[in-house]
């Protein structure tokens, strides 16, 4: 079974002050297939993405793809992330794309809204190639390649030893590439206990790229484990191939370590750390939702997957969630509150660890605010769906 890991970033690598977002055009989907007079929207202002600053210190690539609506009156709702090899860029991409402005898409003369999909590119180019993945077997360390530019990110897959000794449909040729990726979320009491871990999963990635099945090997806490499970039914790839280029399955491993040190693969952010000391020294500080000015408006909400490990039990479900949205609007440290199988809630809290909201007010001044909000799941038509 191949090791896939993660590697720590080599901040030491010479670094050229250059880098870019790269700004490819947006797809509109305007509808109504019989339609006469069809005007898809056109841009009239658009903000290139900030390069977040740890990943320029590292070296990294980042490539985000954007979906969103564009209303009748040419300005971007619900910008939701569909794929993106480095989870750090996401934030970045959907505060760009909430800028833009557009003329908006036209039928017969009437202004409708329209779907449209956006990537982005960040790059940084440096001295030395920076390659960040680990080798095959049991190396699990991140490694450098001179011949690389780090274009992958921070996952890639290692070639496949020993393939005669896996079953025929698991004898992949052609590595599965990463091409929507996401960082497991700290679970909460732990990360307030200051506890740290590890947790290693094996997972198979089937012919159209999404997960087919995955399990727990180890984990230092149930918790660590259940967050891990969640995180790898949200990735997806390109499909793995055979010898003769026929999409096929492949077995994968990947470990995570949880620390609240900056090398932690469940990375936890600046505002997620002041929401902490908040709740420890001064939890009044931390608004109500009815106290705000008034409702809490959603600008990004990508939607929880389904638990791979209940697909076969078909179950239905519920979990109740709790978590902060800060003086951003980012919502940070969801945990738990009740769910009907312990899946369901870190699916849950999974989704919301990425959900984007105008930023909260109290006073006409930025608050955290606590928010406790209900999720359900059914399983989707077809399998899982991310």
Same mark, same amino acid.
């Given at each position: 079974m191949?090791?896939?890991?993660?590697?720590?970033?080599?901040?030491?690598?010479?670094?050229?002050?250059?880098?870019?977002?790269?700004?490819?055009?947006?797809?509109?989907?305007?509808?109504?297939?019989?339609?006469?007079?069809?005007?898809?929207?056109?841009?009239?202002?658009?903000e290139a993405?900030?390069?977040?600053?740890?990943?320029?210190?590292?070296?990294?690539?980042?490539?985000v793809?954007?979906?969103?609506?564009?209303?009748?009156?040419?300005?971007?709702q619900?910008?939701?992330?569909?794929?993106?090899?480095?989870?750090?860029?996401?934030r970045?991409?959907?505060?760009?794309?909430?800028?833009?402005?557009?003329a908006?898409?036209?039928?017969?003369?009437r202004?409708?809204?329209?779907?449209?999909?956006?990537?982005?590119?960040?790059g940084?180019t440096?001295?030395?190639?920076?390659?960040?993945?680990?080798?095959?077997?049991?190396?699990?360390?991140?490694?450098?390649?001179?011949?690389?530019?780090?274009?992958?990110g921070?996952?890639?897959?290692?070639?496949?030893?020993?393939?005669e000794?896996?079953?025929?449909?698991?004898?992949?040729?052609?590595?599965p590439?990463?091409?929507?990726?996401?960082?497991?979320?700290?679970p909460?009491?732990?990360?307030?206990?200051?506890?740290?871990?590890?947790?290693?999963i094996?997972?198979?990635?089937?012919?159209?790229?999404?997960?087919?099945?995955?399990?727990?090997?180890?984990?230092?806490?149930?918790?660590m484990?259940? *967050? &891990?499970? @969640?995180?790898?039914d949200?990735?997806?790839?390109? %499909?793995? !191939?055979d010898?003769?280029? /026929? #999409?096929?399955?492949?077995?994968?491993?990947?470990k995570?370590?949880?620390?609240?040190?900056?090398?932690?693969?469940?990375?936890?952010?600046?505002?997620a750390?002041?929401?902490?000391?908040?709740?420890?020294?001064?939890?009044?500080k931390?608004?109500?939702?009815?106290?705000?000015?008034?409702?809490?408006?959603?600008?990004?909400?990508?939607?929880p997957?389904?638990?791979?490990?209940?697909?076969?039990?078909?179950?239905?479900?519920?979990?109740?969630i709790?978590?902060?949205?800060?003086?951003?609007?980012?919502a940070q440290?969801?945990?738990?509150?009740?769910?009907?199988?312990?899946?369901?809630?870190?699916? *849950? &809290?999974q @989704?919301?660890?990425?959900?984007?909201?105008?930023? %909260?007010? !109290?006073?006409?001044?930025? /608050? #955290?605010?606590?928010?406790?909000?209900?999720?359900?799941?059914?399983?989707?038509?077809?399998?899982?769906?991310?």
């Open positions: 191949t090791v896939m890991t993660i590697a720590r970033p080599l901040l030491r690598c010479a670094l050229l002050p250059l880098l870019f977002a790269s700004l490819w055009g947006a797809d509109a989907d305007v509808p109504g297939p019989g339609a006469q007079n069809k005007t898809p929207p056109k841009p009239i202002k658009r993405p900030q390069y977040p600053h740890n990943m320029r210190r590292a070296g990294l690539t980042g490539k793809r954007v979906e969103f609506v564009i209303d009748s009156h040419g300005d971007v619900n910008p939701v992330v569909v794929s993106s090899n480095n989870p750090w860029f996401e970045p991409a959907i505060d760009a794309i909430l800028k833009w402005k557009f908006p898409a036209e039928i017969n003369g202004k409708v809204n329209t779907r449209s999909r956006q990537d982005l590119e960040f940084i440096t001295t030395r190639g920076l390659y960040i993945m680990g080798g095959g077997g049991s190396d699990l360390g991140g490694t450098r390649d001179e011949s690389r530019n780090g274009d992958e921070l996952w890639s897959v290692p070639p496949l030893k020993d393939p000794k896996l079953p025929p449909m698991l004898r992949w040729k052609t590595a590439r990463p091409v929507n990726t996401a960082f497991p979320v700290y909460f009491a732990a990360l307030q206990a200051g506890v740290s871990g590890s947790t290693e094996k997972f198979i990635v089937g012919p159209e790229g999404r997960i087919v099945g995955s399990e727990l090997v180890s984990a230092s806490t149930p918790e484990g259940q *967050a &891990v499970l @969640a995180m790898i949200t990735w997806k790839f390109t %499909p793995p !191939k010898k003769d280029g /026929v #999409p096929c399955h492949a077995a994968l491993t990947m995570h370590d949880f620390k609240r040190g900056a090398d932690s693969d469940a990375p936890v952010s600046d505002e750390r002041q929401i902490l000391k908040l709740l420890e020294k001064s939890p009044e931390i608004a109500k939702a009815g106290e705000l000015d008034g409702p809490l408006k959603p600008l990004s909400r990508r939607p997957v389904y638990p791979t490990t209940l697909l076969k039990s078909g179950k239905s479900g519920q979990a109740v709790e978590f902060y949205v800060d003086r951003q609007g980012d440290l969801p945990h738990i509150v009740s769910s009907t199988e312990p899946e369901f809630g870190y699916a *849950a &809290v @989704a919301i660890a990425t959900w984007r909201f105008e930023a %909260p007010l !109290k006073g006409g001044k930025p /608050v #955290p605010v606590q928010v406790r909000i209900p999720m359900e799941f059914n399983l989707p038509a077809g399998g899982n769906a991310g």
